[in-house]
């Protein structure tokens, strides 16, 4: 019987992410503010109350800091007039000595001619809006020695010149509505009271005509690609179709694109072998699941065969969430152009290879997505350094094992990618595609990638001659580092004991057989490590494992191993020093015992 195809499907998706709010930070020294508005009503009052509070703090620290520079100033005084009173006494004894006589320095702790430190936002944070809209902005600015004026221009043109209530703080909020569509740059400077002016801070703004909802969105779609393609630096050698679609009609495309490729009789196949292994019950109807799962969560995708994006929407206007989705999948579309995303889903791939390319694809497209949004290409002003939310789809039935699957590649991916563009931007990006990932091992430890750790070759003899006639190969394959930890992970404690375990993965090869008379079935599971002391390791906590989820009432010495033994269920651990470990399961001890020798050999 032919081998089934890993189960998550060839489709590049995004899902919803649970986006935390943008942190905004009046100055570099100074305390976080955020500002979260429900209502339009109570917007600006929302956020004053929270820049004066702010500002309050600021005000405290700068009382603080005169507070001690006076004192300073006084001790200095104290100092200059001891050294005066004892000044004809220092001149003689420096005369006679033939010293000079020692002056005192002053001491300051405030650079008066610092610049100030000034911000602007819009208060619903968006830099693409419609003519005719009235646009809040609030600007701040700060200095200890005190502000003398504030002003904002819009495309050079002065908007507002005023002088803060407060010389030491300033929060001034003007309202402006854009009657032409156009671009604009909203800029705001302040001076302080010597003088001193700092450069501009500005947003860009993007103003359309809303006589047409749809020419609106394409206008901001295609700005969003030109941003990917400028962010990237790669631009795209052909169109991309943009389709947006309802939750509903989202739905119906679950069966007939996203899981196109993907049958009940594949899903049946995963339920043998991931129950095996305990991530689901062999009962658990795994295809509906998935397609409940992706209708909850996804929030657009990719399709490489028809080169076109989804993106979920369903008032008919572009929010932010939409938007970054759009950014995301427009990362996919360019991978496609440029390094073909068939090579992800190629036959003959393992679980563990698909996994690890795959991370790579959606790890890219989550930094990407993680740059567009703290670099302003949403805002148009930079935004606070921030972790981008695990992408995990929330769900009460859904089993632990299948959340972190589809979690992985976001996660994973996206820490394996920064690691190398942190190192070399998107110039080492492009490397990663040009030697991609092979194994979940070099995604969870990108340092081995560096260094060439590469999976070591293992095999698994045929068991079907040692088996009735009934039995047939479901799938064999590699398994890889991430899915032993998942293994692991069930029924050992802490999470040191997993990395113990786990890491000094070297390569493996699992194989699942199938009786078609009754559905019994059995698992072949051999590892290699990189150490000898990486497989004692292993197979000491895997005793602790086997102890926790067969119990020891059962447990008995095998030859080359040992076996945990319940009335329907056998696992045993075999292990040849140096070399290999083996993990058979089976319904009875008998079986397990028969199958063993001719692994063993």
Request: net charge negative.
């Given at each position: 019987?032919?081998q089934?195809?890993?189960i998550?499907?060839?489709?590049?998706?995004?899902?919803?992410?649970?986006?935390?709010?943008?942190?905004?930070?009046?100055?570099?020294e100074?305390s976080?503010?955020?500002?979260?508005?429900?209502?339009?009503?109570?917007?600006?009052?929302?956020?004053?109350?929270?820049?004066?509070?702010?500002?309050?703090q600021?005000?405290?620290?700068?009382?603080?800091i005169?507070?001690?520079?006076?004192?300073?100033?006084?001790?200095?005084?104290q100092?200059?007039?001891?050294?005066?009173a004892?000044?004809?006494?220092?001149?003689?004894?420096?005369?006679?000595?033939?010293?000079?006589?020692?002056?005192?320095?002053?001491?300051?702790d405030v650079?008066?001619?610092?610049?100030?430190?000034?911000?602007?936002?819009l208060?619903d944070r968006?830099?693409?809006?419609?003519?005719?809209?009235?646009?809040?902005?609030?600007?701040?600015?700060?200095?200890?020695?005190?502000i003398?004026?504030?002003n904002?221009?819009?495309?050079?043109?002065?908007?507002?010149?005023?002088?803060?209530f407060?010389?030491?703080?300033?929060?001034?909020?003007?309202r402006?509505t854009?009657?032409?569509?156009?671009?604009?740059t909203?800029?705001?400077?302040?001076?302080?009271?010597?003088?001193?002016?700092?450069?501009?801070v500005?947003?860009?703004l993007?103003?359309?005509?809303e006589?047409?909802?749809?020419?609106?969105?394409?206008?901001?779609?295609?700005r969003?690609?030109?941003q990917?393609?400028?962010?990237?630096g790669?631009?795209a050698?052909?169109?991309?179709?943009?389709?947006?679609?309802?939750?509903?009609?989202?739905?119906?495309?679950?069966e007939?694109?996203?899981?196109?490729?993907?049958?009940?009789?594949?899903?049946?196949?995963d339920?043998?072998?991931?129950?095996?292994?305990?991530f689901?019950?062999?009962?658990?109807?795994?295809?509906?699941?998935?397609?409940e799962?992706?209708?909850?969560?996804?929030?657009g995708?990719?399709?490489?065969?028809q080169?076109?994006?989804?993106?979920?929407d369903?008032?008919?206007?572009l929010?932010?969430?939409?938007?970054l989705?759009?950014a995301?999948?427009?990362m996919?579309?360019?991978q496609?152009?440029?390094?073909?995303?068939?090579?992800?889903t190629a036959?003959?791939?393992?679980r563990?290879q698909?996994?690890?390319?795959?991370?790579?694809?959606?790890?890219?497209?989550?930094?990407l997505?993680?740059?567009f949004?703290?670099?302003g290409?949403?805002t148009?002003?930079q935004?606070?350094?921030?972790?981008?939310?695990?992408?995990?789809?929330?769900?009460?039935n859904t089993?632990?094992?299948?959340?972190?699957?589809?979690?992985?590649?976001?996660?994973?991916?996206?820490?394996?990618?920064?690691?190398?563009?942190?190192?070399?931007?998107?110039s080492?990006?492009?490397?990663?595609?040009?030697?991609e990932?092979?194994?979940?091992?070099?995604?969870?430890?990108?340092?081995?990638y560096a260094?060439?750790?590469?999976?070591?070759?293992?095999?698994?003899?045929?068991?079907l001659?040692?088996?009735?006639?009934?039995?047939?190969?479901?799938?064999?394959?590699?398994?890889?580092?991430?899915?032993?930890?998942?293994?692991?992970?069930?029924?050992?404690?802490?999470?040191?004991?997993?990395?113990?375990?786990?890491?000094?993965?070297?390569?493996?090869?699992?194989?699942v057989?199938?009786?078609?008379?009754?559905g019994?079935q059995?698992?072949?599971?051999?590892?290699?490590?990189?150490?000898?002391?990486?497989?004692?390791?292993?197979?000491?906590?895997?005793?602790?494992?086997?102890?926790?989820?067969?119990?020891?009432?059962?447990?008995?010495?095998?030859?080359?191993?040992?076996?945990w033994?319940?009335?329907?269920?056998?696992?045993?651990?075999?292990?040849?020093?140096?070399?290999f470990?083996?993990i058979?399961?089976?319904?009875?001890?008998?079986?397990?015992?028969?199958?063993?020798?001719?692994?063993?050999?």
């Amino acid at each position: 019987m032919k081998q089934k195809r890993n189960i998550t499907p060839i489709i590049l998706i995004t899902i919803i992410l649970v986006l935390g709010g943008l942190s905004a930070y009046l100055f570099n020294e100074q305390s976080s503010f955020q500002a979260e508005i429900d209502t339009q009503q109570t917007a600006e009052a929302d956020l004053r109350a929270t820049l004066v509070q702010v500002f309050e703090q600021q005000r405290a620290q700068n009382e603080n800091i005169e507070a001690a520079v006076s004192t300073r100033e006084s001790e200095i005084a104290q100092l200059q007039a001891a050294q005066a009173a004892l000044e004809p006494i220092a001149t003689a004894a420096a005369a006679q000595a033939d010293l000079p006589t020692p002056t005192p320095q002053p001491v300051t702790d405030v650079d008066q001619d610092a610049p100030p430190q000034v911000r602007i936002i819009l208060r619903d944070r968006e830099n693409v809006r419609p003519a005719g809209e009235a646009i809040d902005i609030i600007v701040s600015a700060a200095h200890p020695i005190g502000i003398a004026a504030v002003n904002v221009t819009v495309n050079g043109e002065t908007l507002l010149v005023e002088s803060p209530f407060d010389p030491r703080m300033s929060i001034s909020t003007v309202r402006w509505t854009p009657l032409e569509a156009g671009e604009y740059t909203i800029a705001a400077a302040a001076t302080t009271i010597r003088g001193r002016t700092a450069d501009p801070v500005s947003i860009d703004l993007f103003v359309l005509d809303e006589s047409d909802p749809q020419a609106v969105n394409e206008s901001i779609l295609r700005r969003i690609e030109a941003q990917v393609e400028e962010l990237r630096g790669r631009t795209a050698q052909s169109d991309v179709t943009t389709n947006f679609i309802t939750r509903a009609e989202l739905r119906e495309n679950i069966e007939t694109d996203l899981l196109a490729d993907y049958t009940p009789a594949d899903a049946d196949i995963d339920v043998w072998v991931l129950s095996m292994f305990d991530f689901i019950p062999a009962d658990y109807p795994l295809y509906e699941s998935l397609v409940e799962t992706y209708t909850d969560a996804i929030a657009g995708y990719y399709d490489p065969e028809q080169d076109a994006m989804y993106v979920l929407d369903e008032d008919g206007e572009l929010d932010q969430e939409e938007k970054l989705t759009h950014a995301h999948e427009y990362m996919h579309a360019l991978q496609d152009q440029f390094h073909d995303l068939s090579r992800l889903t190629a036959p003959g791939l393992t679980r563990d290879q698909r996994l690890a390319l795959r991370s790579l694809g959606e790890g890219e497209a989550e930094l990407l997505e993680f740059l567009f949004e703290t670099r302003g290409y949403l805002t148009g002003e930079q935004a606070a350094d921030s972790d981008p939310v695990a992408p995990t789809p929330v769900s009460e039935n859904t089993p632990s094992f299948l959340l972190s699957d589809f979690s992985f590649p976001y996660v994973q991916g996206f820490s394996f990618v920064s690691y190398f563009y942190n190192q070399g931007q998107f110039s080492a990006v492009n490397d990663l595609w040009a030697n991609e990932p092979v194994s979940t091992e070099q995604i969870l430890h990108p340092e081995r990638y560096a260094n060439g750790d590469q999976p070591q070759p293992v095999t698994l003899p045929d068991l079907l001659p040692v088996l009735e006639d009934s039995w047939f190969l479901v799938e064999e394959g590699r398994f890889g580092e991430f899915y032993l930890r998942e293994y692991l992970q069930q029924w050992l404690e802490t999470q040191d004991e997993i990395d113990t375990a786990a890491t000094g993965w070297g390569g493996d090869r699992y194989a699942v057989y199938r009786a078609d008379e009754d559905g019994e079935q059995v698992l072949t599971y051999k590892l290699v490590w990189d150490t000898p002391a990486d497989q004692k390791e292993f197979e000491s906590a895997y005793e602790s494992w086997a102890n926790a989820r067969m119990g020891t009432s059962g447990r008995s010495q095998v030859e080359n191993g040992t076996c945990w033994t319940l009335t329907t269920d056998t696992i045993c651990l075999y292990s040849q020093p140096d070399q290999f470990s083996l993990i058979i399961r089976a319904e009875t001890a008998e079986r397990a015992t028969t199958i063993a020798p001719v692994l063993w050999n």
